[in-house]
């Protein structure tokens, strides 16, 4: 007959402790199952600061730990924790080798309920498993700071810089991303978005591997610009197409706004009303509806419209090959931007040109980088925050962004739990 206890030492062995003893207990809730923990005959206890062997003093309280659960049973292991006599700490309770610290949860069950909470909400997380939800906060800052600890940071050739909001009130994160083609991670959280906030990352990295680092994606936000410069000399600084289009397409919103406003005032048609995202999605993406209303604004001479060609006629940068062409084709397109009397449009046009050779030098790293990866991570992000229904401290929000897109390496256990 195969026992509970043999099953316990195939995925979850320790040298100097034996399984004995399992049984099924009544709950508060339901039924549970118990097994003893007992110490191997003659063993000594390690220190749990130091984790020399010494002599046992006394016995503490029996405590229960809970283990990955079992055919829908609640599982606990039971000891009687020795205190031990070590000649370098005194007096210390030993060190057991399936927790940490005071903590009920074993590692096991820690990392079990670590890698459901990377697919549901905390909060369910701990619903479904019987658990709180600092528990569930538990399990995810020991898999966490474990990974921290462990994980390789040599090599890395690209970085892609960005922020996100994650409270209301204008509070952001400034996120660091690894962009390589074989490897593509979270590296590391910052508070706010200012230099010093970037700043930060640079000292964790190091000036050796901050060296080695050979391209930079990053939006146009002035601190980012400053420190990347500063910090990333070897690197060639990238001002991505996926940012400079977003500016596009802020300029086309605000423009159409302000038209649709002043068409009402004027007692025209409005012409624009429900036009937002036919104007602002790509052709290949637009419904029926929307192509049929695009088609339909297009005959009219509006600034909106002059704004929307305009961006549609500055995709054609993307497309040269060599950087002196691109060059000249970007300083005709903002003499024409610049003459069209469209503010937005003008304050665009004024934003390529002073940033003219950070934006050139994507066509070093053409089809090689692209910081889309990044937008792609912080959709994952925001997709994080939404499902945990927002995180009302940093060090929250940190321990779930690097749980779920830090790429981080898990404690190894005798066992995969799936």
Known sequence: MLLIETVLNKCYKFKSFVY?????????ISWKIVVDILPRKNSRGKCSKCQRKGSVYDHLETRRFLFVPLWGFMVELSYTPRRINCKGCGIKVEWMPWTEGKSQLTNAFKIFLSRWAKRLSWKETGKIF???????????????SYGLKNRMLEGIKSIGVDEIQYRLGHKYLTLVFQIDEYHKRLLWIGEDRKAKTLLRFFRMLGKARTLEI???????WKPYLKVIRKKATN??????RFHIMKYFNKAIDKTRREETRKLREDGYEEILKNSRWSLLKKKKNLKESQLAKLKDIMQYNLKTVK?????????KFWEYKSSAWAKRFLKRWTFVAMRSKIEPIKDVAKMLRRHEP?????????????????????NKAKLTMR????FKSFKIAELALYHVLGDLPEPELTHKFT
């Open 307 to 315: 704004c929307y060609l305009l961006r549609e006629s500055f995709q």
């Open 358 to 378: 950070l934006i050139l030098n994507w066509f070093l790293m053409k089809n090689r980088l692209s910081n889309g990866i990044v937008e792609g991570f912080n």
């Open 20 to 28: 004995r003893n399992s049984r099924l207990e009544e709950g508060t």
């Open 130 to 144: 019987g658990v709180s939800w600092d528990s569930v906060r538990q399990s995810v800052q020991y898999v966490v």
């Open 214 to 220: 050979q391209a930079v994606c990053s939006d146009m």
């Open 387 to 390: 499902k945990s229904y927002g």
């Open 235 to 240: 690197a060639i600084h990238i001002l991505d």
